[in-house]
């Protein structure tokens, strides 16, 4: 398996409901998902953090025309089906 099989296989999981949000490991994977969260301590110096939202990533892709909305979203594996 590639890492964007097992990329793949996360959002699945994550769609069937096990969590909402998926920090990508990948900047492909994380592209246009950063988000700037205030510090904790300081209250002028945000965060960067790359998150995937598991509910809008179809239709974000999609509207994109991402490169791996095909291969995450038309290709069918049948060894990755989430009952």
Not at 13 to 37: C, E, H, I, M, R
Not at 54 to 72: A, C, G, I, M, Q
């Amino acid at each position: 398996m590639t890492r964007y099989h097992l990329q793949k296989l996360l959002l699945l999981l994550a769609v069937a409901g096990l969590f909402g949000w998926l920090a990508p490991s990948d900047a492909l994977l994380a592209q246009q998902t950063k988000t700037d969260l205030p510090s904790g301590g300081e209250p002028n110096i945000t965060h960067r953090v790359l998150r995937l939202s598991v509910r809008d990533v179809k239709s974000l892709w999609h509207e994109e025309n991402h490169t791996l909305y095909p291969f995450f979203f038309n290709t069918k594996h049948p060894d990755m089906e989430i009952l």
